[in-house]
């Protein structure tokens, strides 16, 4: 049985926790990272907001082989 095409926007937006958990990641990962402040920099890398329980099995489906970053 051949792999599964993994949906690649999903697979640069999300990622797995070390739990197993889905988590989001924030806009701006570093893009214009010149201009933006140092606080605000610091908050997009401390983001830990999980995806909701209603879109986990489709994004599961959309990015089967999705990995712990």
């Given amino acids: 049985m051949p792999k599964i095409k993994s949906h ?3 697979s ?3 990622a797995l926790t070390g739990s197993g958990m889905l988590r989001r990641t924030k806009l701006g990962k570093g893009h214009l990272r010149r ?3 140092a606080p605000h ?3 997009v890398h401390r983001d830990g907001s999980r ?3 209603s879109i986990v099995k489709r994004i599961k489906r ?3 082989y999705l990995k712990e970053k």
Avoid: E, N
């Fill in 41 to 43: 920099q610091s908050a």
């Fill in 8 to 10: 690649k926007a999903t």
């Fill in 12 to 14: 640069k937006r999300f």
């Fill in 62 to 64: 959309l990015a089967p």
């Fill in 51 to 53: 995806a909701g329980k």
């Fill in 35 to 37: 201009r933006t402040p």
